[in-house]
């Protein structure tokens, strides 16, 4: 920012607005710049709107007491859904990943945020994510299927080694989504690993 | 939104704010999901910063009286500057562009802000965009020079010769910046029409 700080013509609103935009993730100088000069333009009540929406969001969002999903109301819809099997939990890094679990309308089990993963390289231990109460949830629980539904990556692979081990010996089903080749994708172009997993993992027609 | 909107599993605060941010350009539905999940995350001082500034902007950012650039104060800081150079003003399309012009540190004169482009195509039409104050202004002063500094591209050449036929005869110089080569960039890979302009305005080594 400090180019756009020594330009003493720029009203100091407009620097401030800049620099908080800056802040959020993916958001560069220019998208920055953009994004505050779009408000300029726009009508009071869309920027209101928008404004207010981010405090209502920091006044009201809290972490569901059993699923530490992020909700208004504890325990959150889902956790609350007398419809929703109780017997299944799907294990997911973000809260993101509910939504886009979720979307698909395909699983009707619980939902357990990790809130992160095991991520050595970055000082990320398993006591720094929610692994504990998962723990003593399924511990106190009766549950049938524990889906491990972490990002198919290195942090996410040991994340889900890590509580694979925690669970043996606990009579629980455990399961991961399936890898494959992406619907609408070209197997020409799938890289070797997903395609090995893809043979591998093969389905009846 | 509809995909959202049909999971009433996810907080209503979140689908609102989900949906605000949306409404921003260059803000698609998966950007403005990751944005709110990550104000979730942060901390409240940032988010009410954000906030803020959004209003701060809307309540005290106003247009300039004399060039029309987004101001605090009126004049604005560029009008008002005694070391400026008040014989020269720059025209630019919006007011990004005068942010864009400034962090050069080239030009010391002053500008006027056109609010948009002729663009028949659009229904913009000369009257539509701030070309009657540009007229009055000039015709009230006594300058010397008048850049036309719109983009490079057939609505911005169409009003720089609609200004320019509307200046001729009032003995000022009118001028544009050079067309050429960007900086960094490579001859090989220039367009034509670039290429063409930068050979055309060579100058002296």
């Given at each position: 920012m400090n180019e756009i700080d020594n330009i003493n013509t720029v009203p100091d609103a407009i620097l401030k607005l800049i620099q908080e935009f800056s802040k959020l993730p993916g958001i560069g100088k220019k998208t920055a710049q953009r994004l505050t000069y779009h408000l300029v333009r726009t009508n009071l009540e869309d920027a209101l709107s928008l404004s207010e929406s981010i405090m209502t969001v920091k006044n009201n969002i809290i972490l569901c007491?059993?699923?530490?999903?992020?909700?208004?109301?504890?325990?959150c819809n889902i956790c609350n859904?007398?419809?929703?099997?109780?017997?299944r939990i799907c294990i997911v890094e973000e809260a993101l990943d509910v939504l886009a679990l979720e979307r698909t309308g395909i699983f009707n089990g619980l939902y357990h945020v990790l809130h992160g993963v095991i991520s050595p390289v970055n000082g990320v231990g398993p006591d720094d994510i929610n692994i504990k109460k998962l723990i003593e949830r399924i511990d106190s629980g009766n549950f049938s299927e524990i889906i491990l539904a972490m990002n198919p990556n290195l942090e996410g692979e040991a994340t889900s080694m890590y509580i694979n081990q925690l669970l043996t010996g606990k009579n629980i089903d455990i399961t991961r989504p399936a890898r494959g080749i992406p619907i609408g994708s070209d197997i020409e172009y799938a890289d070797e690993v997903t395609l090995g997993q893809a043979i591998t993992g093969r389905q009846k027609f």
């Open positions: 007491s059993e699923c530490s999903n992020i909700t208004q109301i504890d325990p859904n007398p419809i929703r099997d109780k017997t």
